[in-house]
């Protein structure tokens, strides 16, 4: 009987759980055969769509002449705010702050007022732009320095952490300072623009092809611009060229227009903008100014941290109440401050209302807080990594975050010292010291920070999904879910699930498109639950299968459950087996349901946002990144040299899906903090609106050495899906790793005597001026 149970163990280990598995779409995409919304063959009669924007940035619309667009060539028909049956009104909060086209007040360049619609794109694009408008400018607000000089107007409720008596804290730390901190927004810079194709059917149905995160928002706002019942109105995402959070909200505004076109017209309307156009229209990641004071002793412990986060949010609310709650969320990092207060202050300025972003305003919190760790080491003249070391969460005592949540699963000081072990970090950093010595102008420098993310929706209500599975009579499986494809391989991530949960191969699941129409009420792809939650339900689904044809075996076959197994491709039934495609045909002919919906509800989270306090995560990832660079002092330019990181998956579903997402967390996330700056001139027309004048990361910018490792044997504590650990985010912020190690080749032209306080991004213009306050500091010590 022993050995009999191993070897079912081993044969049930042997699913494709844990396993690398392609992408499900990567061939497709390799070869260009992979079907994005501007790919599928139009259809009979489509219409394209274009949107007329403000060319101000602050004012009122006095007129809008539009005679000229309504007469140029292939021109079908104008839609304004006149033209909207329901409710003018898009936006994803209660505040009802973004209207679909505005009628009088201008409150950022690039505003839709209009969309035209004509037989090609090309036609409409180009009639677009014979409108006349007429303003009354006003002086736009751009930034947080100018939102808090003309009285700091909010677009939201600001959020305030606090634990301890700060002030008294402050009052007895042997050592205080102050300092601010500027951290600079990022374009998603998706490859595939937004985009939505709306095709309208008979009553009032409406078919709406999106690149969406977030269907079910999109859903209702389509139905509540229509003034029709959810219910007659379906949203369909097969994948999109990449997300981002860019296309949780933003999708509406474009989905939206398409779908009143195509109601008016009767005809299919596609829409989908340049990308300068979109990148002037839609929001960004959270621009911040931290203010901070911090108490300390000679030691480098803190005592306490008092810090207010400023964001540049833009022209209406958005996200920007939940991305500056999660800022506060992890001002901590991986740090325990014994007295903390930390306020959001979420600005109003004439910019486009910026939005969700990879992170979520986590890694603004935590460029944050590892400011606060420099500035400690600098003023006490110790090793950052060991000042890093020693205000680690701990024990009973030192482990409840500025929220009120204990830290259960506390890794982070393991997975530091295992990554300093396996990257040889003392010893480089010996060497580079040595080697900074001799060079007078190549310097390098080499940091190593670590990453605590709390993954759940802070919104509770998201934090549920739900599925549909088909077992058909040949042994197939289809399966949909709520979650979306963006590229970061969620859905051959869910599909292992159920494979494994069946016993049978990848390639018996058909993997569907995402559709309002077979799973409802769907939860963003977002806050890197994509897995957690759709992964939980695809099982939930499959269990029910499964426990009807269990139960169905036991009485045909006069055996007990515990007799029954789902093996690789077969089942076992007592001492008889047969293929899966055989059972479910003999299930079938007894008439057992062979489908199911499952659903699933993040246990144990709950937030109490007006007390500040709660358990708004259900688990925290982990992670770390050791960075090295080179700068050349004269000139701010720099290379990063090599990155080794180590992070933390629980038991990986897909190590080679979850090492992908690393990497490509980590180059994004660097690119944040290097070389992407976003730049508006003095009348608020944004500047870097394209590929030529905008800087991501490219293959050269990579580091050149680059090694990436799973944290093994660490199962997640939370019974997850099969133990996981969600993977989209939190690589991201391993990046700041980069970001101190320039610190650190700025630091060593002064001897790292002083704190050079590099804001981000560090593009080589800010390394240089770094270089010269430095020599600058070092001229003024001189005796």
Not at 111 to 132: C, G, H, N
Not at 270 to 299: A, N, Q, S
Not at 355 to 367: C, D, I, K, N, S
Request: net charge negative; hydrophobic share 40%; proline share 5%.
């Amino acid at each position: 009987m022993a050995d009999a149970r191993k070897r079912l163990e081993t044969e049930v280990v042997a699913g494709p759980l844990g396993r690398t598995s392609n992408h499900d779409s990567a061939a497709k995409h390799v070869a260009g055969e992979a079907l994005y919304i501007d790919d599928i063959a139009e259809p009979a009669g489509l219409a394209h769509a274009y949107l007329g924007l403000s060319q101000v940035a602050h004012g009122r619309l006095i007129s809008l002449d539009l005679a000229a667009v309504r007469t140029a060539p292939g021109v079908l028909t104008v839609l304004t705010a006149e033209d909207i049956p329901g409710a003018n009104d898009i936006s994803s909060t209660h505040r009802h702050d973004e209207p679909v086209f505005t009628t009088q007040n201008i409150l950022h360049h690039g505003q839709p007022l209009f969309a035209v619609i004509a037989e090609t794109r090309d036609l409409a694009r180009r009639a677009a732009a014979l409108a006349k408008a007429a303003y009354e400018e006003a002086a736009p607000l751009l930034d947080v320095a100018a939102a808090r000089a003309a009285g700091g107007e909010l677009v939201t409720d600001p959020l305030k952490l606090e634990r301890g008596d700060v002030a008294e804290a402050l009052a007895a730390s042997p050592r205080r300072l102050k300092g601010s901190m500027e951290i600079g927004g990022q374009d998603h810079f998706y490859l595939e623009s937004q985009i939505a194709l709306a095709i309208p059917g008979e009553d009032e149905d409406m078919l709406v092809l999106s690149s969406t995160q977030h269907p079910s928002e999109v859903q209702h706002m389509v139905a509540q611009v229509l003034a029709v019942g959810s219910h007659a109105v379906t949203i369909e995402v097969r994948r999109m060229g990449g997300g981002f959070g860019g296309k949780e909200t933003q999708a509406n505004l474009f989905a939206c227009v398409a779908a009143l076109a195509a109601r008016k017209l009767k005809r299919p309307v596609k829409l989908r903008p340049d990308r300068d156009d979109d990148m002037v229209i839609t929001g960004k990641r959270h621009d911040f100014v931290v203010d901070y004071e911090i108490g300390f002793d000679d030691e480098g412990h803190i005592h306490a941290v008092d810090a207010v986060y400023a964001a540049r949010c833009g022209w209406n609310a958005d996200l920007s109440g939940p991305v500056t709650d999660r800022a506060l969320f992890h001002m901590d990092n991986c740090y325990f401050y014994p007295a903390v207060r930390g306020r959001s202050q979420p600005l109003r300025t004439n910019t486009v209302s910026n939005t969700a972003f990879r992170g979520f305003g986590g890694p603004q919190g935590m460029v944050g807080a590892e400011r606060f760790i420099e500035e400690v080491a600098f003023a006490t003249g110790l090793d950052p990594l060991e000042i890093r070391r020693r205000n680690l969460y701990g024990a009973v005592g030192r482990d409840i975050t500025p929220y009120h949540q204990q830290v259960e699963d506390n890794i982070a000081g393991d997975v530091i010292a295992e990554l300093e072990r396996r990257c040889d970090y003392r010893a480089r950093q010996a060497g580079i010291r040595e080697a900074n010595r001799k060079s007078p102008v190549i310097k390098r420098g080499i940091a190593l920070t670590p990453v605590k993310f709390g993954i759940s929706f802070t919104a509770t209500w998201y934090n549920q999904a739900g599925a549909l599975v088909h077992v058909y009579t040949d042994g197939t499986v289809a399966l949909n879910h709520g979650g979306t494809e963006m590229g970061q391989g969620l859905y051959v991530k869910v599909a292992q699930v159920v494979a494994q949960a069946f016993g049978i191969g990848l390639d018996r699941i058909k993997i569907t498109a995402t559709t309002t129409g077979k799973v409802p009420n769907t939860s963003a792809t977002a806050a890197s639950s994509g897995s957690d939650l759709n992964g939980m339900a695809a099982l939930d689904a499959c269990e029910t299968i499964k426990a009807r044809l269990i139960a169905f075996a036991s009485k045909r076959w006069e055996v007990s459950a515990e007799e029954i197994a789902f093996l690789p491709g077969r089942i076992r039934i007592g001492t008889q087996e047969m293929s899966f495609a055989e059972f479910v045909a003999a299930a079938y002919m007894a008439r057992v349901q062979l489908s199911a919906t499952g659903f699933y509800a993040t246990p144990k989270i709950h937030w109490d946002r007006k007390a500040g306090r709660g358990h708004p995560f259900y688990y925290f990832a982990y992670g770390a990144a050791a960075a090295e660079v080179a700068i050349d002092t004269l000139t701010g330019e720099y290379k990063v040299e090599r990155v080794d990181i180590l992070h933390d998956c629980g038991t990986s579903l897909n190590p080679a899906i979850d090492k992908g997402q690393i990497e490509g967390g980590f180059v994004q996330g660097m690119g944040w903090l290097t070389t992407e700056e976003l730049w508006w001139d003095d009348n608020g027309r944004l500047k870097t609106h394209a590929p030529s004048t905008y800087k991501i990361p490219v293959a050269s910018d990579r580091p050149r050495i680059f090694n990436v490792d799973l944290l093994e044997n660490a199962p997640n504590r939370e019974p997850t899906i099969h133990r996981s650990k969600a993977v989209g985010e939190p690589p991201l912020m391993l990046a700041i790793s980069v970001l101190h190690a320039l610190s650190d080749a700025v630091a060593s032209v002064g001897n790292h005597r002083f704190c050079p306080r590099l804001d981000a991004p560090a593009t080589p213009e800010r390394v240089l001026d770094a270089v010269d306050r430095m020599r600058e500091q070092v001229r003024g010590a001189a005796p």
